[in-house]
Protein backbone atom coordinates (compact mmCIF):
# COMPACT_ATOMS: atom_id res chain seq x y z
CA UNK A 1 0.00 0.00 0.00
CA UNK A 2 1.74 3.67 -0.75
CA UNK A 3 2.14 6.41 1.94
CA UNK A 4 -1.29 8.06 1.12
CA UNK A 5 -3.28 4.65 1.58
CA UNK A 6 -1.37 3.73 4.59
CA UNK A 7 -2.58 7.66 6.12
CA UNK A 8 -5.69 7.08 5.05
CA UNK A 9 -6.02 4.32 6.34
CA UNK A 10 -4.35 4.69 10.08
CA UNK A 11 -6.61 8.11 10.44
CA UNK A 12 -9.79 6.67 9.57
CA UNK A 13 -8.93 3.34 12.13
CA UNK A 14 -8.13 5.81 14.81
CA UNK A 15 -10.93 8.27 14.61
CA UNK A 16 -13.70 5.49 14.10
CA UNK A 17 -13.22 3.93 16.98
CA UNK A 18 -12.65 6.63 19.17
CA UNK A 19 -14.65 7.35 22.48
CA UNK A 20 -16.18 10.45 21.15
CA UNK A 21 -16.99 8.93 17.63
CA UNK A 22 -18.91 6.27 19.55
CA UNK A 23 -20.54 8.19 22.17
CA UNK A 24 -21.68 11.07 19.59
CA UNK A 25 -22.85 8.73 17.36
CA UNK A 26 -25.02 7.17 19.94
CA UNK A 27 -26.39 10.39 21.06
CA UNK A 28 -27.02 11.19 17.41
CA UNK A 29 -29.07 7.72 17.27
CA UNK A 30 -30.76 7.94 20.35
CA UNK A 31 -32.11 11.67 19.54
CA UNK A 32 -33.38 10.24 16.34
CA UNK A 33 -35.01 7.44 18.21
CA UNK A 34 -36.46 9.78 20.59
CA UNK A 35 -37.93 12.24 17.65
CA UNK A 36 -39.70 8.93 15.61
CA UNK A 37 -41.20 7.40 18.63
CA UNK A 38 -41.97 10.63 20.44
CA UNK A 39 -45.94 10.15 20.57
CA UNK A 40 -45.24 6.71 21.92
CA UNK A 41 -42.73 7.91 24.49
CA UNK A 42 -44.82 11.05 25.54
CA UNK A 43 -47.89 8.67 26.49
CA UNK A 44 -45.80 6.90 28.87
CA UNK A 45 -45.35 9.85 31.00
CA UNK A 46 -48.99 10.44 30.23
CA UNK A 47 -52.10 8.88 31.54
CA UNK A 48 -53.97 7.22 29.13
CA UNK A 49 -57.58 7.04 30.91
CA UNK A 50 -57.31 10.63 32.52
CA UNK A 51 -59.16 12.86 29.84
CA UNK A 52 -60.17 16.88 30.64
CA UNK A 53 -63.94 17.52 31.04
CA UNK A 54 -65.65 20.68 30.55
CA UNK A 55 -68.66 21.82 30.69
CA UNK A 56 -70.29 23.45 27.58
CA UNK A 57 -73.24 25.64 28.32
CA UNK A 58 -74.83 27.02 25.16
CA UNK A 59 -77.09 29.83 25.62
CA UNK A 60 -77.44 30.86 21.42
CA UNK A 61 -80.27 28.30 21.18
CA UNK A 62 -79.01 27.43 18.04
CA UNK A 63 -77.36 23.77 19.26
CA UNK A 64 -73.99 24.55 18.97
CA UNK A 65 -72.79 21.66 21.00
CA UNK A 66 -72.47 19.80 18.03
CA UNK A 67 -69.46 21.71 17.38
CA UNK A 68 -67.57 20.69 20.43
CA UNK A 69 -67.33 16.97 19.92
CA UNK A 70 -65.65 14.89 22.53
CA UNK A 71 -62.14 12.67 21.70
CA UNK A 72 -59.55 10.51 24.06
CA UNK A 73 -58.02 14.11 25.19
CA UNK A 74 -61.15 16.22 25.27
CA UNK A 75 -64.70 15.13 27.08
CA UNK A 76 -67.36 18.10 26.62
CA UNK A 77 -70.08 18.05 28.83
CA UNK A 78 -72.96 19.87 28.11
CA UNK A 79 -74.49 21.53 31.66
CA UNK A 80 -77.59 23.50 32.03
CA UNK A 81 -77.18 25.11 35.31
CA UNK A 82 -76.48 28.67 35.46
CA UNK A 83 -73.05 30.47 35.12
CA UNK A 84 -72.50 30.45 38.48
CA UNK A 85 -73.09 27.68 39.17
CA UNK A 86 -70.87 26.76 36.55
CA UNK A 87 -68.04 28.65 37.79
CA UNK A 88 -68.27 27.22 41.33
CA UNK A 89 -68.08 23.02 40.21
CA UNK A 90 -65.38 24.39 38.06
CA UNK A 91 -63.59 26.04 41.69
CA UNK A 92 -64.11 22.16 43.01
CA UNK A 93 -62.74 20.76 40.20
CA UNK A 94 -65.89 18.74 39.42
CA UNK A 95 -64.75 20.53 35.79
CA UNK A 96 -61.49 21.03 34.81
CA UNK A 97 -63.04 24.47 33.27
CA UNK A 98 -66.18 25.73 31.11
CA UNK A 99 -66.90 26.79 27.73
CA UNK A 100 -69.92 29.68 27.93
CA UNK A 101 -71.58 30.23 24.06
CA UNK A 102 -74.17 33.55 23.99
CA UNK A 103 -74.54 35.54 21.44
CA UNK A 104 -73.31 39.06 21.17
CA UNK A 105 -73.57 41.42 18.47
CA UNK A 106 -75.01 38.50 16.07
CA UNK A 107 -71.81 36.81 16.23
CA UNK A 108 -70.87 34.03 18.66
CA UNK A 109 -69.01 35.12 22.07
CA UNK A 110 -67.09 32.36 23.55
CA UNK A 111 -65.88 32.56 27.15
CA UNK A 112 -63.38 30.04 28.39
CA UNK A 113 -63.57 29.91 32.60
CA UNK A 114 -60.82 28.17 34.16
CA UNK A 115 -59.04 27.49 37.99
CA UNK A 116 -56.00 25.71 36.80
CA UNK A 117 -53.95 26.50 34.20
CA UNK A 118 -54.93 23.99 31.18
CA UNK A 119 -52.53 22.00 28.71
CA UNK A 120 -51.37 24.01 26.05
CA UNK A 121 -52.68 21.30 23.35
CA UNK A 122 -55.94 21.02 24.67
CA UNK A 123 -56.66 24.92 24.59
CA UNK A 124 -55.47 25.14 21.00
CA UNK A 125 -58.08 22.45 20.73
CA UNK A 126 -60.72 24.43 22.37
CA UNK A 127 -59.71 27.74 20.11
CA UNK A 128 -59.88 25.52 17.00
CA UNK A 129 -63.32 24.57 17.76
CA UNK A 130 -64.50 27.38 18.61
CA UNK A 131 -63.59 29.34 16.08
CA UNK A 132 -65.04 26.18 13.90
CA UNK A 133 -68.41 26.63 15.97
CA UNK A 134 -68.34 30.80 15.16
CA UNK A 135 -68.27 30.28 11.17
CA UNK A 136 -71.24 27.89 11.85
CA UNK A 137 -72.92 30.43 13.74
CA UNK A 138 -72.61 32.66 11.48
CA UNK A 139 -73.68 30.77 8.71
CA UNK A 140 -77.10 29.98 10.25
CA UNK A 141 -77.85 33.64 10.96
CA UNK A 142 -78.95 33.54 7.12
CA UNK A 143 -81.74 31.16 7.67
CA UNK A 144 -80.16 28.17 6.39
CA UNK A 145 -80.97 24.67 6.71
CA UNK A 146 -78.21 22.52 8.67
CA UNK A 147 -77.15 20.76 5.60
CA UNK A 148 -76.89 24.12 3.26
CA UNK A 149 -74.95 25.43 6.07
CA UNK A 150 -72.33 21.83 6.18
CA UNK A 151 -72.65 22.37 2.39
CA UNK A 152 -70.66 25.94 2.48
CA UNK A 153 -68.33 24.68 5.65
CA UNK A 154 -66.99 21.58 4.04
CA UNK A 155 -66.13 23.10 0.74
CA UNK A 156 -62.63 22.89 -0.25
CA UNK A 157 -61.29 24.47 -3.45
CA UNK A 158 -58.13 22.94 -4.99
CA UNK A 159 -55.77 25.05 -6.73
CA UNK A 160 -54.47 24.21 -9.90
CA UNK A 161 -51.22 25.97 -10.70
CA UNK A 162 -50.34 26.02 -13.70
CA UNK A 163 -46.52 27.80 -14.49
CA UNK A 164 -46.59 29.69 -18.22
CA UNK A 165 -42.56 29.35 -18.20
CA UNK A 166 -41.31 25.92 -18.63
CA UNK A 167 -38.11 26.59 -16.91
CA UNK A 168 -39.31 26.79 -13.42
CA UNK A 169 -40.24 23.83 -11.59
CA UNK A 170 -43.77 24.58 -10.89
CA UNK A 171 -44.28 22.84 -7.48
CA UNK A 172 -47.38 22.13 -5.15
CA UNK A 173 -47.63 23.33 -1.74
CA UNK A 174 -47.31 19.87 -0.82
CA UNK A 175 -43.95 19.62 -2.71
CA UNK A 176 -42.78 23.19 -1.23
CA UNK A 177 -43.66 21.95 2.29
CA UNK A 178 -41.68 18.13 1.93
CA UNK A 179 -38.60 20.53 0.47
CA UNK A 180 -38.33 22.86 3.20
CA UNK A 181 -38.36 20.08 5.50
CA UNK A 182 -35.60 18.18 4.29
CA UNK A 183 -33.65 21.63 3.44
CA UNK A 184 -33.47 22.15 7.55
CA UNK A 185 -32.53 18.61 7.57
CA UNK A 186 -29.59 18.98 5.19
CA UNK A 187 -28.74 22.55 6.82
CA UNK A 188 -28.66 20.91 10.42
CA UNK A 189 -26.58 17.95 9.22
CA UNK A 190 -24.16 20.68 7.26
CA UNK A 191 -23.91 22.27 10.45
CA UNK A 192 -23.18 19.29 12.75
CA UNK A 193 -20.65 18.26 10.19
CA UNK A 194 -18.83 21.17 9.88
CA UNK A 195 -18.92 22.43 13.62
CA UNK A 196 -17.63 18.82 14.34
CA UNK A 197 -15.02 17.91 11.48
CA UNK A 198 -13.60 21.38 11.07
CA UNK A 199 -12.56 21.20 14.54
CA UNK A 200 -11.25 17.32 14.48
CA UNK A 201 -8.89 18.25 11.38
CA UNK A 202 -7.42 21.45 12.36
CA UNK A 203 -7.17 20.20 16.28
CA UNK A 204 -5.64 17.21 14.41
CA UNK A 205 -3.01 19.48 12.26
CA UNK A 206 -2.23 21.75 14.97
CA UNK A 207 -1.17 19.02 17.69
CA UNK A 208 0.80 17.14 15.09
CA UNK A 209 2.59 20.50 14.05
CA UNK A 210 2.67 21.40 18.23
CA UNK A 211 4.19 18.12 19.05
CA UNK A 212 6.87 18.23 16.03
CA UNK A 213 5.62 15.22 14.72
CA UNK A 214 5.03 16.84 11.72
CA UNK A 215 8.97 17.36 11.04
CA UNK A 216 9.70 13.41 11.43
CA UNK A 217 6.91 12.68 9.08
CA UNK A 218 7.16 15.03 6.41
CA UNK A 219 10.89 13.54 6.07
CA UNK A 220 9.40 10.45 4.27
CA UNK A 221 5.78 12.48 3.13
CA UNK A 222 5.25 15.15 1.07
CA UNK A 223 2.92 18.14 2.54
CA UNK A 224 0.36 17.27 0.10
CA UNK A 225 0.07 13.80 0.41
CA UNK A 226 -0.63 14.62 3.98
CA UNK A 227 -3.06 17.11 3.47
CA UNK A 228 -4.69 14.93 1.21
CA UNK A 229 -4.60 12.07 3.74
CA UNK A 230 -6.23 14.17 6.46
CA UNK A 231 -8.49 15.31 3.63
CA UNK A 232 -9.46 11.84 2.92
CA UNK A 233 -9.37 10.44 6.19
CA UNK A 234 -11.68 12.60 8.11
CA UNK A 235 -13.96 13.01 4.78
CA UNK A 236 -14.70 9.14 5.11
CA UNK A 237 -14.66 9.85 8.71
CA UNK A 238 -17.49 11.82 8.74
CA UNK A 239 -19.92 9.65 5.92
CA UNK A 240 -19.25 6.39 7.78
CA UNK A 241 -21.15 8.47 10.60
CA UNK A 242 -23.59 9.83 8.20
CA UNK A 243 -24.41 6.43 7.20
CA UNK A 244 -24.58 4.91 10.48
CA UNK A 245 -27.28 7.08 11.31
CA UNK A 246 -28.90 6.84 8.04
CA UNK A 247 -29.57 3.18 8.61
CA UNK A 248 -30.07 3.38 12.09
CA UNK A 249 -33.01 6.07 11.18
CA UNK A 250 -34.02 3.54 8.52
CA UNK A 251 -34.41 0.51 10.67
CA UNK A 252 -35.99 3.11 13.78
CA UNK A 253 -38.66 3.95 11.59
CA UNK A 254 -39.18 0.65 9.88
CA UNK A 255 -39.34 -1.66 13.31
CA UNK A 256 -40.29 0.79 16.41
CA UNK A 257 -42.18 4.46 14.49
CA UNK A 258 -46.03 3.74 13.86
CA UNK A 259 -47.40 3.13 10.55
CA UNK A 260 -48.77 6.95 11.03
CA UNK A 261 -45.07 8.30 10.98
CA UNK A 262 -43.80 5.65 8.07
CA UNK A 263 -46.91 6.46 5.85
CA UNK A 264 -46.49 10.23 6.19
CA UNK A 265 -42.59 10.18 5.65
CA UNK A 266 -43.43 8.13 2.40
CA UNK A 267 -45.96 10.63 1.37
CA UNK A 268 -43.19 13.85 1.88
CA UNK A 269 -40.61 12.03 0.05
CA UNK A 270 -42.96 11.32 -2.72
CA UNK A 271 -43.37 14.69 -3.23
CA UNK A 272 -39.60 15.44 -4.50
CA UNK A 273 -38.37 14.76 -7.77
CA UNK A 274 -35.39 12.45 -7.48
CA UNK A 275 -33.16 14.97 -9.23
CA UNK A 276 -34.15 17.40 -6.20
CA UNK A 277 -31.52 14.73 -3.98
CA UNK A 278 -28.89 14.35 -6.54
CA UNK A 279 -28.76 18.78 -6.03
CA UNK A 280 -29.33 18.06 -2.29
CA UNK A 281 -26.28 15.67 -2.23
CA UNK A 282 -23.98 17.52 -4.68
CA UNK A 283 -24.28 20.53 -2.48
CA UNK A 284 -23.86 18.70 0.82
CA UNK A 285 -20.27 16.94 -0.49
CA UNK A 286 -19.20 20.03 -2.07
CA UNK A 287 -19.63 21.87 1.36
CA UNK A 288 -18.18 19.70 3.44
CA UNK A 289 -15.03 19.36 1.16
CA UNK A 290 -14.99 23.42 1.04
CA UNK A 291 -14.84 23.55 5.10
CA UNK A 292 -12.18 21.08 5.38
CA UNK A 293 -9.82 22.61 3.34
CA UNK A 294 -10.87 25.88 5.54
CA UNK A 295 -9.71 23.44 8.52
CA UNK A 296 -6.60 22.11 7.28
CA UNK A 297 -4.86 25.58 6.54
CA UNK A 298 -6.35 26.46 9.36
CA UNK A 299 -4.38 24.02 11.89
CA UNK A 300 -1.07 24.30 9.17
CA UNK A 301 -1.10 27.99 10.64
CA UNK A 302 -0.98 27.45 14.74
CA UNK A 303 2.02 26.64 16.05
CA UNK A 304 0.26 24.50 19.23
CA UNK A 305 -3.17 22.96 19.87
CA UNK A 306 -3.95 25.99 22.15
CA UNK A 307 -4.36 28.15 19.51
CA UNK A 308 -6.22 26.18 16.95
CA UNK A 309 -9.75 27.52 17.78
CA UNK A 310 -8.45 30.92 16.92
CA UNK A 311 -7.44 30.10 13.56
CA UNK A 312 -10.85 28.34 13.13
CA UNK A 313 -13.33 30.81 14.31
CA UNK A 314 -14.02 32.38 11.28
CA UNK A 315 -15.21 29.23 9.88
CA UNK A 316 -17.23 28.67 12.46
CA UNK A 317 -19.00 32.14 12.07
CA UNK A 318 -19.41 31.88 8.60
CA UNK A 319 -21.31 28.46 9.07
CA UNK A 320 -23.55 30.30 11.71
CA UNK A 321 -24.83 33.21 9.76
CA UNK A 322 -25.44 30.40 6.80
CA UNK A 323 -27.35 29.01 9.73
CA UNK A 324 -29.33 31.62 11.20
CA UNK A 325 -30.15 32.98 7.83
CA UNK A 326 -31.85 29.89 6.60
CA UNK A 327 -33.70 29.78 9.51
CA UNK A 328 -35.12 33.39 8.80
CA UNK A 329 -36.15 31.40 5.26
CA UNK A 330 -38.85 29.40 6.87
CA UNK A 331 -41.46 32.44 6.72
CA UNK A 332 -40.15 34.27 3.45
CA UNK A 333 -37.94 31.62 1.46
CA UNK A 334 -38.03 33.92 -1.77
CA UNK A 335 -36.79 36.84 -0.19
CA UNK A 336 -33.83 38.79 -1.07
CA UNK A 337 -31.49 37.71 1.63
CA UNK A 338 -32.08 34.09 1.16
CA UNK A 339 -31.16 34.63 -2.62
CA UNK A 340 -28.36 36.42 -2.44
CA UNK A 341 -26.68 33.98 0.16
CA UNK A 342 -27.28 30.77 -1.97
CA UNK A 343 -24.84 32.13 -4.43
CA UNK A 344 -22.41 32.52 -1.73
CA UNK A 345 -20.02 29.36 -2.10
CA UNK A 346 -19.67 29.10 1.90
CA UNK A 347 -23.73 29.25 2.40
CA UNK A 348 -24.87 28.19 -1.03
CA UNK A 349 -25.16 24.43 0.54
CA UNK A 350 -27.85 25.51 2.99
CA UNK A 351 -29.60 28.20 1.41
CA UNK A 352 -29.99 27.32 -2.61
CA UNK A 353 -31.03 23.81 -1.33
CA UNK A 354 -33.78 25.55 0.72
CA UNK A 355 -34.71 27.70 -2.57
CA UNK A 356 -34.42 23.92 -4.37
CA UNK A 357 -37.65 22.51 -2.33
CA UNK A 358 -39.13 25.80 -0.86
CA UNK A 359 -39.61 28.13 -4.35
CA UNK A 360 -40.15 27.74 -8.35
CA UNK A 361 -36.82 28.21 -9.07
CA UNK A 362 -34.72 27.67 -12.37
CA UNK A 363 -32.22 24.40 -12.95
CA UNK A 364 -30.31 27.52 -14.52
CA UNK A 365 -29.90 29.10 -11.28
CA UNK A 366 -29.29 25.95 -9.36
CA UNK A 367 -26.45 25.07 -12.29
CA UNK A 368 -24.79 28.58 -11.48
CA UNK A 369 -24.97 28.18 -7.65
CA UNK A 370 -23.71 24.78 -7.79
CA UNK A 371 -20.84 25.84 -10.44
CA UNK A 372 -19.66 28.81 -8.09
CA UNK A 373 -19.20 25.99 -5.36
CA UNK A 374 -17.08 23.64 -7.37
CA UNK A 375 -14.85 26.50 -8.92
CA UNK A 376 -14.48 27.82 -5.32
CA UNK A 377 -13.64 24.39 -4.13
CA UNK A 378 -11.36 23.76 -6.66
CA UNK A 379 -9.28 27.48 -6.52
CA UNK A 380 -9.44 26.73 -3.05
CA UNK A 381 -7.92 22.95 -3.38
CA UNK A 382 -4.98 24.48 -5.58
CA UNK A 383 -4.32 27.00 -3.19
CA UNK A 384 -4.31 24.70 -0.19
CA UNK A 385 -1.44 22.60 -1.88
CA UNK A 386 1.00 25.36 -2.10
CA UNK A 387 0.17 27.22 1.07
CA UNK A 388 0.08 23.89 3.19
CA UNK A 389 3.72 23.67 1.74
CA UNK A 390 4.79 26.70 3.36
CA UNK A 391 2.75 26.68 6.63
CA UNK A 392 3.12 23.01 7.60
CA UNK A 393 6.38 23.30 9.24
CA UNK A 394 6.27 27.05 9.74
CA UNK A 395 6.04 28.15 13.29
CA UNK A 396 5.15 31.97 14.42
CA UNK A 397 3.56 33.98 16.90
CA UNK A 398 0.97 36.96 16.74
CA UNK A 399 -2.73 37.00 15.06
CA UNK A 400 -3.72 35.04 12.09
CA UNK A 401 -2.63 38.09 9.67
CA UNK A 402 0.55 37.92 11.20
CA UNK A 403 0.71 34.26 11.04
CA UNK A 404 -0.48 34.56 6.97
CA UNK A 405 2.42 36.84 6.71
CA UNK A 406 4.76 34.64 8.06
CA UNK A 407 3.93 31.73 5.63
CA UNK A 408 4.11 33.86 2.68
CA UNK A 409 7.66 34.74 3.34
CA UNK A 410 8.42 31.42 3.18
CA UNK A 411 9.98 30.44 -0.29
CA UNK A 412 9.79 26.00 -1.19
Same mark, same amino acid.
Given at each position: ????????????????????????? @???????????????? *?????????????????????????????? *?????????????????????? *?????? &? @??????????????????????????????????????????????????????????????????????????????????????????????? #????????????????????? +??????? #??????????????????????????????????????????????????????? &???????? #????? +? +??????????????????????????????? &???????????????????????????????????????????????????????? +??????????????? &??????????????????
Amino acid at each position: MNKLGLLIKQLYIQKIKSKSFILLT @LLYLAIIAVAVNWSSI *KGIFTDDNKYVTIALVDDTKLDLAKQFPSD *KEVKFKVVKESKKEVDALVKKE *KYDAAV &Y @LTSKDQQLAVELATAKSLDLQVQSKIDALAENAGKVYSVQQLNLSAEQAAKILQTNTVVKQVDLQEKTSNKTAEEKSAGILIAYIMGFLIYLFVT #SYLSMITTDIASEKGSRVLEV +LMASVKP #STHLFSKLIGVFLTGLTQIAILAVGAYILIQFTAKKSVTDGLQEMLGQLPATYFI &YVILFFLL #SIILF +L +LIGALAGSLVSKVEEASQVMMPGVFIMLIGF &YVMLSGISNPDSLLIKVFSYIPFTSGMLMTLRLGATDISNVAVWISLAILFATVAL +LFTISVTFYKRSVLT &YSSGGIMQKIKTVLKVTT
